[in-house]
């Protein structure tokens, strides 16, 4: 219950702060909880942002879910960069911290693995595959990114390119779906 009640106030305080805002002291302010408290907890802020960041990309990546198609993967991943709190200064956090940006790059490679492994169906896994993979899971992620410091009627404008866009390619690929 304190762990969720440290998130909930972490996740506040990036909203409400931005990463430069971001600390031990106002998390702790936050959540209601003494500095000391905190700190049996986490280590630091960065331990922070590191559940914060694992929870995201849960939430977000779903491309076992549907094996024909990765629209729901689009829909998920720009309902958590949309309105998830916190959700941007978290994008800012982990282009900063070299740890988060080291964890961003695994989620992200596993993703492609699974993307590749989707679209081979039956075949052997080849490198084209693997680009369509990558071309495919790092346009999603960049393309939703950029969405984020869009006004919302655009950025939703954006998401729904994105979903023609990812269903054609993919319908490209594997015609019977």
Request: proline share 4%.
């Amino acid at each position: 219950m304190t762990v969720e009640r440290v998130l909930i106030a972490a996740a506040t305080v990036l909203d409400l702060k931005g990463f430069d805002g971001f600390s031990m002291q106002s998390v702790a302010d936050e959540s209601g909880l003494a500095i000391g408290t905190l700190y049996q907890y986490f280590p630091n802020k960065y331990a922070i942002l590191e559940v914060l960041v694992s929870r995201w990309y849960a939430k977000s990546r779903l491309f076992d879910k549907d094996p024909t198609s990765l629209v729901p993967n689009v829909e998920a991943q720009a309902e958590v960069y949309f309105n998830e709190v916190g959700a941007t200064a978290l994008l800012e956090a982990i282009q900063v911290v070299p740890e988060l940006r080291a964890y961003d790059r695994l989620t992200n490679e596993l993703s492609v693995d699974r993307v590749a492994q989707r679209l081979r169906g039956d075949e052997e896994l080849t490198p084209t595959h693997t680009a369509m993979a990558q071309v495919s899971v790092f346009a999603i992620d960049a393309v939703l990114r950029q969405a984020t410091v869009l006004p919302r009627e655009e950025a939703m404008e954006v998401v729904a390119v994105l979903k023609q866009w990812v269903e054609a390619l993919y319908t490209g690929i594997n015609p019977e779906s």
